[in-house]
Every structure is written in structure tokens, then in C-alpha cells.
């Protein structure tokens, strides 16, 4: 018997024939899968497709921000001597003037000297005037991510993203500018600062703003 | 081959009449039209079935009417191929702008893109699509900081320890987790108040109330409950109030609905936070009539502020505002 009869003879079983179609299309659907199952995350989503490059990082982006931009545009804050004098005459004609981010936030530095801790808190007088500045963690809300003027909602893909941005931004905050704050802030202290506030509409008791630094410096 | 060029202008042709034939006798497509003007404005909102976007549509219809525009109100229930079915209709018949309101972040995208390649362009109200090149203008709530806000006030009045439950509205809406994460940014920060469940009710008010049902066969001992919206929140407090305990939990909305802003001041609902339905839909319509007289270079998003309403402060909001 030759070869080629032989092979004749045992793909003319039935059972190979099939076993051998069987295979193809085992071969066909590992090359080309007809579906593929994909981890969605907590939103419901499937992940983003392309390569890591296009997935937005927001730890990376606010590491990169932070040196570049906010770090050198820090002396361009606003003096807090000067937004005061004008908040105590007409908190919404401050707003229109000095506001960011649609008029919602302030960007100031200066300095003053610490007359009380409340809370997570220390009341810095400046020129006769009470204000606050946040010096313990948490951090919560944009006050830091729309502070200062140098972030659009536009800059970026959408809304989570931006929110994103938030989030790290208030946690850089905790973890670099405020570890120390709590043991070097005290009664009597002298703090230099550059920080971001809401701007009010109205003005209460208490504190004329409620500062979240950005830098601080305490001297006695 | 003439004859053949001609069929596909054909099948164009016949679809466009069934579509606007049906859109006729759908019940579900427009449902409103108002006087007529320089040209014809669709607007297109997620569904009718929440008084709250009852507020948007019909402030987003009454502004361009105002502006010289015929207006329709498109309802999309909620139904993603109701709304592609809408701008079939709205394309073919020739509208010139679309305050639209999606159903869905993502697959709403294709929709807006099919209205800009037919030179109709769509300006977003209250709801996020996730591309930044197909509609002109998005006008969007601040959900996120608005939820910051809230989770403050819920760690002021729930206090720093309990159990609490969450109903989520639709898991495809971004403003769902805008609103969820910003919530978390401020509650997840205190590790004895816990999240014992968190399910969606799809912004559903009767949904809503069953989610909270069950949420209490299982959970009889939450100290509140925060809703992704009003509608939510009136549901889950229904139910709350069946089960005889809207004494004991705490409810939490957001959106700023009329019967909630009651509620707050009834001291039935805790907080909510207002979004300006009027505000958002007013400023989409005087986008597409600047738009339409020529007007371009519009930015992509614009974030309308959202407040914290409680009782010490809810008699200054009301009529889907401030008073």
C-alpha cells in the first residue's frame, strides 16, 4: 500500500473527518473568538480600549501640574491684606474683582499670626481681621482644584476625569503640606501662607475666609 | 445603473416618511409644540416621568419659543432607542438645534454625531455625553461638588458612626457617580459610619421605593439613606414611612425637586442639593439661538454651581431655584 492510499483510507473514516472538522473549528474560534469576556469596573463600564498611554492618570497629572504650574504661579496669589479690606466692604463686589473660577473661589498668600486652634483649624488675625486656614486633614471638596484659576473643566476628556484631579489634589495636600502643621502651629506662631478659599456671598461670624494651603511656612 | 443610484435615495426617502408617520402616532414623541419662529428647535430630554425634568424641558421649550423658535419636546422614557429614534425624526425633519438631555453618557454619543454631520447642532443640559467633539456646548450640574456638600452635611447630622444605605440612579449616567464619588470623597473618610448597601433604582421614584423595602428587610437598623436624586428619595422615604421608621432614617436627595424643598422644610427629608434646572435649560437655549445667529467658539462644558438645601436655609429655595 502507498502513503497516499494509506492517508486515503484514514481520512475516508467518518469519525477522523469530523474529529478533523471538530479541530478547525476549535483552531478558528481560539484565532478568532466570536467573544471576549472583560472585567467591567465599579461603574458598569468596560475599560477604556487603546493602549495605557490614552488611560488618564490622574496621580500623574496633578505630580506634573504641581511642579510646572501651580509651584511658579504661587507668587501671583493675591495679597489677603487687600481681599479682606474689600470683602469687609462688599463681599459680592469682591467676588466680581477678585473671585476665580467663575467668581466662586479665592487665590491669596500673606501672612498672620495664629490666635487660636479650633479643631483642624488655626484663626490667623491679618491686620486686625480673623481668617482660618485649614491645618489637619481631610481635605474635602474642589476649593484646591479651582482655587487658583490654572484648571478648566475644558482641559480635560470630562467630568471624571476632573474629579478625579480633585481627589489627588486634596490628598497631595494632606500628605506634603499639612503633615507637620498640627505640631508647628501654635498659639502665638507667625504663618506665611499661600492658599485658596470660597469666596462668600455673605459675610458670617467667625472667620472672613477659610484658607486651604498650598504652601506654609511658621516661624515664632 | 440609474435605476440603481436611485434605490438607496429611495429606501432614504420612505424611512424618513415612516419615521415622521410614526412619530405621529407614537404618543411617545412629541408632545408638545409652541408657536412658530425663525425656525425649529427639538428638544430632547431624558424622560418626562420626573417632575424635575418636567422643569427642564419645558423652561428649555418656553426660552426658545421666547427667542422666536417653534419648539417640541421629545420624551425619550428613559429608553436609549427611543431617543436614537427621536433623532431620526428630528434630522429628516429639518430642526435647526437641539437642546438635548441624554439617556445615556456614552451611547448617546452617536446620536449627537449623527445630528452635527447633518449640520444640526445639539447643546447638552444637566447631562454629561463622554466626547468633547460632537456637541457644541455642554451646560452641566456640579454634581460632584454638589455631593461633596451633601456628604459634609450628612457627616454633621448622620454624625461619624452608623450605617447607611445608598441608592444609585442609572449605572450608564456619569452624573450617577459624579454624584456617588462625590458623596464618598467626604463619608468614606470616616471608617465607622458604613455603607451597608448600595443598589440602583435608575432615578425612579417607584423603583425607588422597592429598593428601599428590601434595603430594610435586610438592613432594619440604617440611620439614613442617600438617594442619587429627589425622585429617589421621595420613594425611599414612602417606604421608610410604610415600614414606620422615616422618624429614625435620615434621607438625603439631590436635584432640588419642588416636593422634596417641601419635604426638607416639612422636616421630612434631611438635604438635598439644588441644580437649577431652569438655569441650565434657559442657558442652552440662548447658546443655540447666539449659535444660530453665528455665534461659534463655544466652551465645551460649563459647570452650573449646585447648593447644599437644608432646613436652616430652605426658605430661600423654591420653583426649582432660589426664590
Redesign the interface.
Known amino acids: 500500500m502507498t502513503s497516499s492510499a494509506h492517508s486515503s483510507a484514514l481520512f475516508s473514516s467518518p469519525a477522523i473527518r469530523w474529529g478533523g472538522v471538530a479541530l478547525l473549528v476549535v483552531v478558528f474560534w481560539i484565532v478568532f473568538p466570536p467573544f471576549r469576556i472583560v472585567s467591567l469596573d465599579e461603574?458598569?463600564?468596560a475599560p477604556a480600549k487603546g493602549d495605557e498611554s490614552e488611560v488618564f492618570d490622574p496621580a500623574g497629572f496633578v505630580d506634573r501640574f504641581w511642579e510646572d504650574r501651580l509651584e511658579p504661579n504661587l507668587g501671583e496669589a493675591m495679597k489677603v491684606e487687600e481681599l479682606l479690606a474689600a470683602l469687609v466692604v462688599d463681599p459680592l463686589e469682591a467676588r466680581k474683582r477678585y473671585g476665580l473660577y467663575?467668581s466662586?473661589y479665592y487665590f491669596a498668600q500673606g501672612s498672620g499670626d495664629v490666635v487660636e486652634i479650633k479643631g483642624r483649624k488655626a484663626m490667623l488675625e491679618v491686620e486686625g481681621r480673623i481668617i482660618s486656614l485649614l491645618i489637619a486633614s481631610?481635605v474635602?471638596?474642589?476649593t484646591v482644584r479651582d482655587g487658583t484659576g490654572l484648571l478648566s473643566?475644558?482641559d480635560f476628556?470630562?467630568?471624571?476625569a476632573f474629579?478625579a484631579v480633585?481627589?489627588v489634589l486634596?490628598t497631595k495636600v494632606e500628605t506634603e503640606v499639612m503633615p507637620s502643621l498640627q505640631e508647628s502651629v501654635k498659639v502665638g506662631a507667625t504663618v506665611s501662607f499661600v492658599g485658596c478659599a470660597k469666596a462668600p456671598e455673605t459675610l458670617g461670624e467667625g472667620a472672613l475666609l477659610e484658607f486651604v494651603p498650598l504652601q506654609v511656612e511658621v516661624s515664632r | 445603473m440609474k435605476r440603481l443610484a436611485s434605490i438607496p435615495t429611495l429606501i432614504t426617502s420612505l424611512f424618513a416618511v415612516c419615521t415622521l408617520l410614526l412619530s405621529g402616532c407614537s404618543g411617545d414623541g412629541s408632545s408638545d409644540s409652541a408657536s412658530s419662529g425663525s425656525g425649529r428647535v427639538a428638544v430632547v430630554v431624558s424622560t418626562l416621568n420626573n417632575p424635575w425634568f418636567v422643569v427642564l424641558a419645558e423652561t428649555a421649550r418656553d426660552k426658545a419659543v421666547e427667542l422666536g423658535y417653534e419648539a417640541t419636546i421629545f420624551d425619550s422614557q428613559n429608553d436609549p432607542a427611543k431617543e436614537s429614534v427621536h433623532f431620526d425624526n428630528l434630522i429628516a425633519s429639518g430642526y435647526d438645534a437641539v437642546l438635548f438631555n441624554c439617556t445615556d453618557a456614552e451611547g448617546s454619543i452617536a446620536n449627537v454625531r449623527r445630528a452635527k454631520d447633518a449640520g444640526v447642532p445639539v447643546f447638552c443640559m444637566d447631562r454629561e455625553i463622554t466626547a468633547n467633539d460632537v456637541a457644541v456646548s455642554q451646560i452641566l450640574s456640579d454634581n460632584y461638588s454638589g455631593c461633596v456638600a451633601l456628604g459634609e452635611y450628612f457627616v454633621e447630622t448622620v454624625g461619624e458612626e452608623g450605617e447607611y444605605a445608598e441608592i444609585l440612579g442609572i449605572i450608564a449616567d456619569t452624573n450617577t457617580w459624579n454624584r456617588s464619588k462625590g458623596f464618598h470623597s467626604v463619608v468614606d473618610r470616616f471608617p465607622d459610619l458604613k455603607m451597608v448597601a448600595q443598589q440602583s433604582a435608575n432615578f425612579d421614584r417607584a423603583k425607588a421605593l422597592e429598593v428601599m423595602e428590601s434595603i430594610l428587610q435586610a438592613n432594619p437598623n440604617i440611620d439614613a439613606v442617600f438617594c442619587g436624586n429627589d425622585a429617589m428619595a421621595m420613594g425611599a422615604y414612602q417606604a421608610l414611612l410604610a415600614a414606620g421608621k422615616a422618624d429614625e432614617v435620615k434621607v438625603f436627595g439631590f436635584d432640588g425637586a419642588d416636593d422634596v424643598v417641601k419635604s426638607i422644610a416639612d422636616g421630612k427629608i434631611t438635604a438635598t442639593g439644588m441644580q437649577f434646572p431652569k438655569r441650565m435649560a434657559q442657558k442652552a437655549a440662548e447658546s443655540a439661538h447666539e449659535y444660530l445667529n453665528g455665534k461659534r467658539g463655544f466652551e465645551q462644558r460649563i459647570l452650573v454651581p449646585v447648593e447644599l438645601v437644608t432646613e436652616e436655609n430652605v426658605s430661600n429655595y423654591g420653583d426649582s431655584g432660589r426664590k
Not at chain 1, 157 to 160: A, K, P, R, T, V
Open positions: 461603574s458598569g463600564k467663575d466662586r481631610p474635602f471638596g474642589n473643566v475644558n476628556s470630562g467630568l471624571e474629579n480633585s481627589a486634596n
